[in-house]
């Protein structure tokens, strides 16, 4: 297994013998709730043939019909039989951002939500991205291949699991901005305390801007009662579009080494079309709590 995944790989190859178990590891008679896996934009085609150039069908079953029930799963079991058991999984992040308490139903709804909108922007052949967004992008980061450079160098620096995000800031229209959250963290300003945006083993969180609002102890934790609506040089943005860099997503296809060859052709099937419309859906609107923000969740009930 270790030769395995130390050896380069330029083709896909899936290790689903190795890594079989049961769709859901938690008894369905036993969860009672309104939470559902939602259904891709290319669904079928993804669960038949994988993304082809990017990740096998072993792969897509692993890291999303796998993975994704259960998210699901333990989000209905942590919330049945309470007052949160029909909350959209969108509402659940923004409401126990601030709950230390809560952190288990937090990170289940936001990693429900992230795994989501990573899939979600994939397609299963090269897609052109929409000239006006095109446009915005050049405006932005002078060019298409700036924004790449930079999106993959971000997300192949990141040491640990998690997501790099692109957002369209709600405040000055056309600007756009690359950053990223470490496990179950959200990109959205409602749920700012829970962001988690740097990796605190390299970051003082005594930073002016670290995250001093994160993890359930410590001085920089704690309780959102001296917490403002925005954090301390908190932008309002809206994430238009995410790349996964948790290990389980790619290492079964192109080993421990393969980070960068699986970003690289993760850029390749972007769904650029899906990604304007996260883009124009939120042109001319401010992101807040219960906002149109979680339109991407509607069909995760």
């Known amino acids: 297994m270790l030769q395995r995944l130390l050896r380069p790989q330029s083709s896909l190859r899936g290790a689903s013998s190795l890594f079989q178990k049961p769709v859901s590891a938690l008894p369905q008679r036993q969860i009672r709730g309104?939470?559902?896996?939602?259904?891709?934009?290319?669904?079928?085609?993804?669960?038949?043939n994988g993304i082809p150039q990017l990740l096998s069908p072993e792969s897509?079953?692993?890291?999303?019909t796998q993975y994704q029930t259960l998210l699901i799963d333990k989000l209905n079991l942590l919330t049945q039989d309470t007052i949160d058991a029909n909350v959209p999984p969108g509402e659940l992040l923004v409401k126990y951002s601030r709950r230390p308490e809560m952190a288990s139903v937090f990170n289940y709804a936001s990693m429900a939500h992230n795994n989501h909108?990573?899939?979600?922007?994939?397609?299963?052949?090269?897609?052109?991205?929409p000239d006006k967004f095109a446009k915005d992008i050049i405006d932005t980061c002078s060019s298409v291949e700036s924004l790449k450079l930079d999106f993959l160098a971000t997300a192949n620096a990141m040491f640990g699991p998690g997501f790099v995000w692109l957002a369209k800031n709600l405040e000055r229209e056309?600007?756009?901005?690359?950053?990223c959250t470490y496990n179950a963290g959200?990109?959205?300003?409602a749920a700012h305390s829970r962001r988690q945006p740097v990796?605190?083993?390299?970051?003082?969180?005594?930073?002016?801007?670290?995250?001093?609002y994160a993890g359930a102890m410590g001085a920089h934790s704690a309780n959102a009662t001296n917490q403002k609506a925005m954090a301390p040089g908190a932008i309002d943005v809206q994430p238009i579009l995410c790349v996964n860099t948790w290990e389980h997503v790619w290492m079964m296809d192109y080993g421990i080494a393969g980070k960068a060859e699986y970003l690289e052709r993760w850029w390749d099937r972007i769904n650029w079309e899906a990604v304007f419309a996260n883009?124009?859906?939120?042109?001319?609107?401010?992101?807040?709590?219960?906002g149109n923000w979680n339109r991407n969740l509607n069909s995760m009930v």
């Open 199 to 212: 990796d605190m083993s390299t970051h003082s969180p005594d930073a002016p801007l670290g995250n001093q």
């Open 34 to 48: 309104i939470h559902r896996v939602p259904q891709l934009t290319h669904d079928a085609s993804f669960k038949k």
């Open 279 to 290: 883009y124009t859906a939120v042109s001319s609107v401010k992101a807040a709590p219960g």
């Open 186 to 189: 959200s990109p959205y300003p």
């Open 60 to 64: 897509v079953d692993f890291a999303w």
């Open 174 to 179: 056309g600007l756009m901005h690359i950053f």
């Open 117 to 129: 909108f990573f899939f979600n922007c994939l397609s299963p052949a090269p897609t052109q991205i």
